[in-house]
C-alpha cells in the first residue's frame, strides 16, 4: 500500500467501494453546504444558515434512502458512536421540560429566575433548563447540521480513495484565501468573504496542514511501475502552491491569533510526524527543533504590521478587552456550573455578570471553551469533550507505522487542523461561527473514518439505529430548515403566524414584539401586555423584557408590577446602562429620587452614551446642583467634566462654576479642562474669575501668581498649558524658531529661545500671555540677552489692552546685537474699568531694503508686579 492510492482486496472493495458517480455527488452537493456557508459571510445571517441546513438535510436523507446497510461503511466504534448521539440528545434535555423542583436541584440560578416570574404571571409545573429555550432549539438543529456533516463525511471518506474528501476543504480554502489577497492588493486587510478577519484566518489555519500533508503525500507518491509521475508532481506542486496561498492570506489578515494557530497547526502536524517516523530520543530532539525552528519564524516572518499588532496586544493589560469578560464569563460559569444556561444563549446570561466595556454587548465570550461551558455546564461539557478527545485520539492511533502511508499522511494533516483551531479557540468564537463549524465537522469527520484496529462483520443492531437516528434528524432538518426560509421576516407582518410557529420551536421574539410596537405609534409601553408577557416568558433572564413589560404595567397603573419588574430587570443586567436607564426612568415617573439619581450616577461612572439625556432630565426637574453632586454624579473624572461641559453649553455660568469648585475639590481637573472652561469664563467677560479659577488649579504649582506677580511661568519652567493666562509660544516656520532652552538661562533652570532664520524681514507677534489686572500701576521686568541680532529692527515688549477701547499700548525698547543679560523695566498703568493686559513678544519688520534678519535671542525672569 505505498501508492497515493490505497490498495484493497478485491471482495472488501466491492463491499465498501462508493462508486464514483455517487462518491462525486454526494461530496459535491455536501462541499456546495460548506461552500455556500463560507462565501455567504460564515452563513452569520438566518437565511443563509438555513439554506445550507436545507442542502445538508436533502444529501443526508438521499444517502440514508439510496444506501443500502450491506453496502455502508463500517459501523463507527461504539463510544464513538454513543458519543455523537449523546451531544444532541443533551441539548434535547436542556429543552426538556422538567418538573420545577428538579430544575432548581439542577440549575439554581434558573430556578431563581422562575420563582421571579411568579410576582407578574402564574407559572407552569414544568421548565426547560435553558434561560431561553427559542434560541437552545434554534442552536439545536445547528449541532444536528454539523452531526449530519460529520457523519456524512465519515461515511463517504472510509468507503472512498484516500485523499478525495479534503480536496473540496483545499478547493473552498484555496479560493478564500485568492480573494482575501486580492482585497490586500487594494490595501485593505485580507479577511475573504468573512464579516472578520480572524474566522477568515480559522478556516484557512483548518485547511492549512491537510493541504500540506496532501501535497507532501502527492510528491511522495511512487505508483507501481516506478518512479514520481507527472500527474503526481503538478498535483502536489498545485496544492502546495494553494497552501502557501493561504498561509500568505493568513499573515495579511493581520489576524494575531490566526497566525499563532497557523504555526501551531503546522507544527503539530511535523511534531507527530516525527514521533511517528523516528525511533528512540531522535523523535524528540527533533520535536524541540521544529518547536525552536517555529517560534523563530513566528518572531521573524510577519509583517511590520502584524508585528505591531502583537506588541499592541502584549503591551494591553486586558488584552484587548478579553481579560474582564473572561473573568465576568467564570462567574457566570459558577452560576450554572452543572446543567448550564442552554446552548447558545451566553449573551443572554452574561448580561448580568458583566463588570467591564458596559458600553458593548457580548454575544460572545472570545474563548469557545468557556462559553461552551458556560452553555453546557459541566455535563454537557464533558459528553463534548469525550468526543473531540476520542476522535483526537483516533487520529493520534492512524498516524503511528500500523496503518498505510496515506492513512498516516492524511491523519497528521487532521491532527495539525484541530490543533490549530483548538488555539484559536483559546481567544475568538469561531466555533460559533457555521461555516467554520461546518468545516471542523468534516475534518472530524475524516478523522472518524480512520481504520481501527478491531473490524466488524455483519449488520450489527446499534448501526441500524444509528442509521435510523440519521434518517430521523435528516427529516428534521427537511421541515425546520424551509420553515424558516419561507417564514423569516414575515412574522414582523404577522405576530399570530410566529405565535403558531413558536409552539414547534421556529419562534422570533424580536420580530414579534417590533411589529407591535410598530401598530403602536413606536412605544413599546403602549403593546398590549399580552405579548409582553409572551416575550417575558420566552426569555426570562433578558433583563430588556422585563423593562418592557414594567413600562408596559407602569402605563397602565399597575405601579406594584412595574417596580417588581425594574427589580428584577436590575438583578439581572446590574450594570447595564440601557437597563439602568429604564430604572432611572420609571424611578423618576414614580417621584423616587433617591433612586433615580442612584441609577444615574451608576450610569454616568461606566458610559458616556447617556450623558446628555440625564443632565437634560436633570435640568427639566429642576434638582439643585448639590444634589446632582452629592447623589446624581459619581466620584470620577469623566463624569464630572462631561457635567461640566454640559452646563458650559448652556451657558449656565453660575451653576458651572459650582461644578467648578467642586470638580478641583476632587481633584478631577486636567489642563485641557482648565482652558475649556477659562475660555467659556471670558468669553462671558468673568476675566477675574477666570484667573482666580487658574490660581486654584496651579494650587502648589502657582509659583506667586496673582500675589507677587500678575504673569504666570515667567522663569518658563513650566511647559505652557495653551490656557489663555499662560505663555503661548509659536514658531514662524524657519524664520523664527521659538523653543525652551535648558541650556541658557537667567534664573532657575530654562529659558526662551528666539531663533532668526536670517531669510526673510519677519514681522514676528506670535509669542504673548495675557495677564488679568485690576485698576493701578504695575511694574513690568524682564531679561533679554542676544548673540548677533542683526538689522536694525530687534526684540522688543508689546504691552497693551486687548479688550476694545482701550488706549493702553506700550512698546519697550529693543534689542539687537550681541549683549548679556541686560533688565527691561517699564511703568503700567491700567485705567478704571480695564481689566487685561497683554504681554507681546515683537521684532517689528524694518522698513529698510532687504533688511532680513538674523541670530538669536533669550528672554527669562518676566514679571509683572504691582506698584503700591
Known amino acids: 500500500m505505498t501508492g497515493f492510492e490505497t490498495e484493497r482486496q478485491p471482495v472488501q472493495e466491492q463491499r465498501n467501494a462508493l462508486g464514483p458517480f455517487l462518491q462525486s455527488l454526494y461530496l459535491s452537493v455536501l462541499a456546495g453546504a460548506v461552500g455556500y456557508a463560507v462565501f455567504e459571510h460564515g452563513a452569520r445571517g438566518l437565511f443563509d444558515w438555513n439554506i445550507s441546513l436545507l442542502i445538508i438535510g436533502v444529501v443526508a436523507l438521499g444517502y440514508w434512502g439510496f444506501t443500502s446497510f450491506s453496502d455502508a461503511a463500517p459501523p463507527m466504534e461504539r463510544p464513538l458512536r454513543l458519543l455523537t448521539l449523546l451531544v444532541p440528545a443533551y441539548i434535547v434535555f436542556q429543552l426538556f421540560p422538567l418538573p420545577i423542583f428538579l430544575v432548581k436541584i439542577l440549575s439554581p440560578e434558573r430556578g431563581r429566575i422562575l420563582d421571579s416570574l411568579r410576582a407578574v404571571m402564574p407559572l407552569d409545573a414544568f421548565a426547560p433548563l435553558s434561560i431561553a429555550p427559542a434560541t437552545t432549539f434554534a442552536h439545536l438543529f445547528r449541532i444536528i447540521g454539523y452531526l449530519l456533516v460529520f457523519v456524512l463525511v465519515r461515511e463517504v471518506a472510509a468507503r472512498s480513495r484516500p485523499w478525495v474528501v479534503v480536496i473540496p476543504l483545499i478547493g473552498i480554502a484555496g479560493l478564500e484565501a485568492a480573494l482575501g489577497l486580492v482585497q490586500n492588493s487594494d490595501g485593505a486587510l485580507a479577511q475573504g468573504t468573512y464579516p472578520n478577519r480572524n474566522h477568515f484566518a480559522g478556516l484557512l489555519e483548518m485547511v492549512l496542514p491537510i493541504a500540506i500533508a496532501c501535497a507532501i503525500a502527492l510528491l511522495r507518491s511512487r505508483p507501481s511501475h516506478g518512479g514520481l509521475t507527472a500527474r503526481y508532481a503538478l498535483g502536489g506542486g498545485a496544492v502546495l502552491s494553494l497552501a502557501t496561498l493561504m498561509l500568505v492570506a493568513v499573515v495579511y489578515s493581520s489576524s494575531k491569533m490566526g497566525y499563532v494557530a497557523c504555526m501551531g497547526g503546522i507544527f503539530s502536524l511535523a511534531a507527530v510526524a516525527s514521533v511517528a517516523t523516528l525511533q528512540g530520543g531522535k523523535k524528540w530532539w527533533m520535536v524541540a527543533l521544529l518547536g525552536g525552528f517555529f517560534l523563530l519564524v513566528s518572531v521573524f516572518l510577519p509583517p511590520e504590521q502584524l508585528r505591531s499588532g502583537f506588541e499592541s496586544a502584549f503591551s494591553d493589560q486586558t488584552a484587548e478587552g478579553r481579560l474582564p469578560t473572561w473573568r465576568d464569563s467564570l462567574h457566570l460559569l459558577s452560576a450554572y456550573p452543572v446543567a448550564g444556561s442552554g446552548f447558545g444563549t451566553y449573551d443572554t446570561a452574561f448580561v448580568k455578570y458583566q463588570t467591564a466595556l458596559l458600553d458593548a454587548d457580548f454575544d460572545f465570550a472570545h474563548n469557545d471553551y468557556l462559553e461552551l461551558a458556560t452553555e453546557l455546564g459541566a455535563v454537557g461539557f464533558l459528553i463534548l469533550a469525550g468526543f473531540v478527545l476520542t476522535l483526537v485520539a483516533k487520529t493520534l492511533r492512524a498516524g503511528t507505522k500500523d496503518f498505510d502511508q496515506n492513512t498516516r499522511y492524511l491523519a497528521w494533516g487532521c491532527v495539525g487542523a484541530i490543533a490549530a483551531i483548538g488555539l484559536h479557540s483559546l481567544t475568538d468564537f469561531n466555533l460559533y461561527i457555521p461555516a467554520n463549524a461546518l468545516v471542523l465537522a468534516w475534518i472530524f469527520g475524516i478523522a472518524a473514518s480512520f481504520p481501527s484496529r478491531q473490524t466488524t462483520d455483519g449488520a450489527q443492531p446499534g448501526g441500524l439505529r444509528f442509521k435510523g437516528a440519521g434518517i430521523a434528524l435528516s427529516c428534521l432538518l427537511l421541515i425546520y430548515a424551509p420553515a424558516w426560509i419561507l417564514l423569516e421576516g414575515k412574522f414582523q407582518d404577522d405576530p399570530q403566524a410566529e405565535k403558531r410557529f413558536c409552539r414547534f420551536g421556529v419562534c422570533d421574539t424580536d420580530a414579534m414584539i417590533a411589529s407591535e410596537t410598530a401598530k403602536h405609534g413606536g412605544n413599546v ?145 486636567d489642563d485641557r479642562l482648565v482652558r475649556e472652561y477659562m475660555d467659556f469664563l471670558l468669553r462671558d467677560h468673568r476675566y477675574e474669575s477666570a484667573a482666580q479659577a487658574w490660581a486654584r488649579y496651579l494650587g502648589n504649582r502657582r509659583n506667586g501668581y496673582m500675589e507677587s506677580n500678575w504673569l504666570y511661568n515667567g522663569d518658563f519652567e513650566s511647559e505652557p498649558s495653551g490656557v489663555a493666562f499662560d505663555w503661548r509660544i509659536e514658531s514662524l516656520n524657519d524664520d523664527v524658531v521659538v523653543t525652551l532652552d535648558s541650556s541658557v538661562a537667567h534664573t532657575g533652570l530654562r529659558s526662551l529661545k528666539i531663533q532668526f532664520g536670517g531669510k526673510e524681514n519677519v514681522n514676528y507677534s506670535h509669542t504673548s500671555q495675557t495677564a488679568f489686572v485690576r485698576p493701578g500701576r504695575y511694574r513690568f521686568t524682564a531679561f533679554v540677552r542676544t548673540a548677533g541680532i542683526t538689522t536694525d529692527q530687534g526684540i522688543a515688549f508689546h504691552i497693551f489692552d486687548p479688550e476694545p477701547g482701550s488706549h493702553l499700548d506700550v512698546k519697550t525698547e529693543q534689542f539687537t546685537g550681541t549683549a548679556d543679560w541686560k533688565e527691561i523695566e517699564q511703568i503700567i498703568t491700567v485705567p478704571a474699568g480695564r481689566h487685561l493686559l497683554t504681554v507681546q513678544l515683537i521684532r517689528p519688520a524694518s522698513w529698510k531694503f532687504d533688511s532680513k534678519i538674523a541670530g538669536t535671542a533669550w528672554i527669562d525672569t518676566v514679571s509683572l508686579s504691582r506698584v503700591e
Open 525 to 669: 409601553a403602549d403593546v398590549p401586555t399580552v405579548a409582553l408577557f409572551e416575550a417575558l416568558r420566552r426569555d426570562s433572564a433578558a433583563p430588556l423584557r422585563w423593562c418592557d413589560l414594567g413600562d408596559a404595567l407602569l402605563k397602565s397603573g399597575r405601579v406594584e408590577q412595574a417596580g417588581s419588574c425594574f427589580s428584577n430587570a436590575l438583578r439581572l443586567g446590574p450594570n447595564i446602562p440601557p437597563v439602568q436607564f429604564r430604572a432611572a426612568n420609571f424611578y423618576s415617573s414614580t417621584q423616587d429620587r433617591e433612586r433615580e439619581l442612584e441609577q444615574a450616577a451608576s450610569i454616568l461612572k461606566e458610559s458616556a452614551l447617556y450623558d446628555s439625556q440625564i443632565f437634560y432630565r436633570y435640568g427639566e426637574e429642576k434638582i439643585p446642583v448639590a444634589e446632582v453632586l452629592s447623589k446624581g454624579l459619581p466620584k470620577d473624572q469623566r463624569a464630572a467634566q462631561s457635567y461640566l461641559h454640559y452646563l458650559m453649553q448652556l451657558k449656565n455660568v453660575a451653576d458651572a462654576m459650582t461644578v467648578w469648585d467642586w470638580v478641583l475639590s476632587e481633584h478631577f481637573g
